[in-house]
């Protein structure tokens, strides 16, 4: 599959490139950036996927995750997707909100018109972008981990517990653990899957899979214990409860005083970068 | 002095606020970022000033620069102003270019109208913003030090040799080290000081102030050998023989690969941080 490079810019002793390239799966150009740390002339390396929250593109992290230093320590390859599709034809949310449509694919396959055609990004993270990043960078693809904030932590959480055998590891910023159980989620499930949202989206919640039998042999979550969105759209409890349930090894610290931010997500990334690396080296 | 806060954040382990203030210098309105790392009761840190370069605010750094980790760490309250007055009534360079006016106020004190009105910015960042930052943080006057990238870099250069007595350390970032002898500066003196510019200019360029005999104990300067404005606008070099001639300890670090961004900046932040807190304990 053909890349084009957007940018390359030398940082924390490695490449942080921008690419950009045609999707099989959303039908548009895709937009993602890559770290790649120096490293031995025909090594192979771990990589670990970062999922973005509402909003963003693979930008935000870029410039704002502090990533770089300890990914560079620690040997390890980080890449950063867009949250959907975009583009002249891909539909949006109806009245331009934020939380549906552009900047707000919820890692799943749409079933739903018109935005099946485009939002698929749940085979395009889990499938598509690891073979393309395969076939262009020096990745390992059996050592993949996959972390993610908000939305992508809902992304990360789930795409693990759907296919444990390609991440070998997953943590999350501020998950939404449980899309079926808040307002966030029933959105973005019955826009994206329609009528048989509810029973549909278990594949697509992260709590739900546990329920239903999906495992990952641990989890780390951090959570800003002073995020507005914390009671009513992220709900760790629920993964807690769900964890507890069915003896899923689950860290999640919460931080007192942190918020929903990347002032957040940049302080605790250091240690989601480590637990990583221990468990894909 | 009043000081209104517009956002306050935690992250790694202190508190990262953007403030606003009525400036006596410029007449207007200005903003800037403060990091505060947790402290002991009635303790005063050191503090460190970053000047940002061409078209910023204090927003790029605050959230590109990477500088909270190493400033709690060693105990550093960051502060970083903006760039030029803006507003109402703010003159802006006649053609809106970005190397002048709005987001390019040189760091210097315009005497040329209509500039003189607002464009105070050495005055603003040398006297007005410490006084204000010791009203309202617990800071140590007696250890600042200053650091800046690019036009910002130069800000620090000329501001340290100026007022030794108010920094105690200074380093930079692909700093402008002669503004008389580069395009940049040739546009922004003239622009700001009037007919007498190659003159009077000799203030605001570091190695005409350390040719006139302004001194600083030692310098740090990082520099990215792939910047695309190394040889017409930066020219390093300049300052090597300046600080050869007097004697001036400058330990210049060409980068191999790194360029102009912030990738490079965030790159050796680390290192400055050290730099500065070494110096200011």
Same mark, same amino acid.
């Given at each position: ?12 002793? $490695?490449? +942080?490139?921008?690419?950009?390239? /045609?999707? /099989? ?27 973005? $929250? ?54 799943? =396959? ?32 059996? /050592?993949?981990?996959?972390? $993610? ?15 444990? #055998?390609? &991440? ?9 653990v449980a899309?079926?159980q808040c ?14 949202? +509810? ?31 914390l009671e009513e759209q992220l709900r760790p409890q629920l993964?807690? =409860? ?12 919460? +931080? ?11 302080? &605790? ?8 690396? #221990?468990?894909?080296?």
């Open positions: 599959m053909a890349l084009e490079t957007v940018s390359a810019n030398r940082s924390h002793g $490695g490449t +942080q490139g921008v690419y950009r390239h /045609r999707s /099989r799966e959303t039908g548009t150009d895709m937009t993602f950036s890559v770290f790649v740390p120096d490293h031995a002339d025909g090594a192979r390396l771990p990589v670990l996927f970062y999922l973005s $929250g509402l909003t963003c593109t693979h930008a935000n992290v870029t410039e704002k995750g502090e990533f770089r230093r300890a990914a560079a320590e620690h040997g390890l390859i980080i890449v950063c997707p867009d949250t959907s599709p975009r583009g002249e034809g891909v539909p949006d949310d109806a009245d331009g909100a934020y939380d549906f449509g552009l900047g707000a694919g919820f890692y799943c =396959d749409a079933t739903n018109a018109p935005f099946d055609r485009h939002y698929r990004m749940g085979s395009y993270v889990a499938h598509e972008l690891p073979g393309l990043i395969a076939d262009h960078f020096p990745v390992d693809r059996s /050592r993949m981990g996959i972390t $993610g904030h908000s939305m992508g932590g809902h992304g990360a959480l789930t795409l693990a517990l759907k296919h444990p #055998e390609l &991440f070998r590891s997953v943590s999350a910023f501020a998950p939404i899309p079926l307002p966030w989620g029933h959105k973005a499930l019955a826009g994206y899957l329609g009528n048989d949202w +509810q029973q549909a989206g278990r594949r697509y919640d992260a709590c739900a899979l546990i329920e239903d039998g999906a495992r990952v042999p641990e989890i780390l979550v951090d959570q800003g214990a002073a995020d507005n969105f993964l807690v =409860d769900a964890c507890a349930k069915a003896g899923i090894p689950l860290m999640l610290r919460m +931080q007192p005083g942190y918020d929903h931010s990347y002032y957040f997500i940049s302080t &605790f990334m250091d240690d989601h970068i480590r637990w990583h690396a #221990e468990r894909l080296v």
